[in-house]
């Protein structure tokens, strides 16, 4: 994976963004990208992906990752979708296949600020029903390596946590499969 620090964006730079991110619309967004991860720092951008209650996104790792936050070290179930702000992750990483570098599976043109889904909020995407967990999702050295120092104290600054800037966590619920331009729509 590329992580050349020519690409890496300066504060100002991340600053300017901000009102682009925070104009993300709130009830009905866009699918903008479906990224597994087969193997550590290994990437596949999908067109169509499918959602499992008990794998996630299929074939991706996250069942064989496991975590020390559950008391038999197995996959945590609150952290089974990772979810990016597409706006985000452009001011950040910038042309979209540098996106995946984030290590996520899902960018979503969709505000996904707490205060606009908080956790328990049921978004539909293709045919299938994912829920915001409030398992923190958080920048992390990876994250400073590939997009800067920057960009980490971006996205965990207090503004870029009330904004989840770094990304949310969901959980399956309604198992479907899912495709690059699919509507991202809010439940009531």
Known sequence: MTTDPAHHRTAEELEA???HIRQAPSDHGTL???VRRPAVDEREVLEVGHLSLEKGLVGDTWAQRG???TPDGGPLLDAQINIMNARTIAAVAGPIDRWALAGDQLYIDLDISTETLPPGTRLALGQ???EVTAEPH???QKFSSRFGLAALRFVNSPT???LNL???NARVVHP???HQGDSVTRLP
């Open 160 to 162: 870029g946590r009330a």
């Open 176 to 178: 479907g499969p899912i």
């Open 32 to 34: 903008e990208l479906i």
């Open 67 to 69: 975590s020390s936050k």
């Open 17 to 19: 963004a901000l009102d």
């Open 166 to 168: 770094r990304g949310i």
């Open 128 to 130: 299938a029903v994912i």
């Open 138 to 140: 958080t920048g992390c």
